[in-house]
Structures are given as C-alpha cells and as structure tokens.
C-alpha cells in the first residue's frame, strides 16, 4: 500500500511558485509560443492548471482536483486548482489586484465565481493533443526536476 504524503499550504505554495517561475522561463526562451500560451497568463488558466494538477498529483497521491467556474456576472470563465480547502491559482494576475500565486484558503475574490460541478477527478495533462504545449509541459518538468 502506498504511502499517503501529507501536504502543507507551504509546500503547495512553494511548488506552485517554481513552476510559475518555470513556465515564465520556458515562455521567454522560445521563438514561437504555442498559440494557446501565447498571452499567458491570460487565458491559459485551464492549461497551466492542468500541467500544475498533474505535477502535483504525480507527486501527492491524485489529491488535487480542477476547479472550472464562470463569472457570476457573464465575465468570463477561469479555472484553478483544490487540494482539501486549499485553492491553488497560478495565473491569477491576469485579473486586477490579485497575485500571480495564491495559494490558501479560497478569499472573497473567489466568491464571484460559480463553481461547475461536480468537480472532475484528479487534476491530469493528457499528452498528446497539442504537442507544442507538450514541449512546454516537458521543459518545466525537467526543471522542477534539477
């Protein structure tokens, strides 16, 4: 039977933290960002969570789930991460006043926000369907990895 690791907020904080900062690396080293990164980090909540999810699961036992949500007001979608009562958003400085990382208990701000349930499973990139974004997906893993 598998261990089950427990999880801090700081360790979450910490490894959300060094892949953000691995996803702006990767970013700013191509010459041609894949088109659905290409604004980052605006519009690509639900794939920078995604690759996130599934860094975090690999490591945390298929604990965090994909949040999807819209606006309650008809602006917009977004999506972030949950681990327990933990929120996790790594792309939420495409919004006014709110920080690249958060990672903690959900604040007001994410009262807005109607939840799409029910939650789907575990938080997964599934290789394979854009391969461009593959390549990114790699490279931040190589890096977290040293």
Known sequence: MNEVVELSREELLALSVRFREAVEKILGELSRVPSNLDRF???CCGQISWMLGQILNDRFDDR???VSA?????NGSHGWLRCGNIAIDVTGDQFTDRPAVFVD???????QWEIDEPLVGPASYEMGHDLDS???Y???CALLNN
């Not at 208990?105 to 009262?111: E, H, N, R, V």
Request: glycine fraction near 8%; include cysteine.
């Open 64 to 66: 965090v789930l994909y």
């Open 105 to 111: 208990a959900p604040d007001s701000w994410f009262d």
């Open 138 to 140: 790699e490279s931040v």
């Open 134 to 136: 593959d390549r990114v």
């Open 41 to 43: 980090p605006r519009g």
């Open 70 to 74: 819209n606006h309650c007001e008809g």
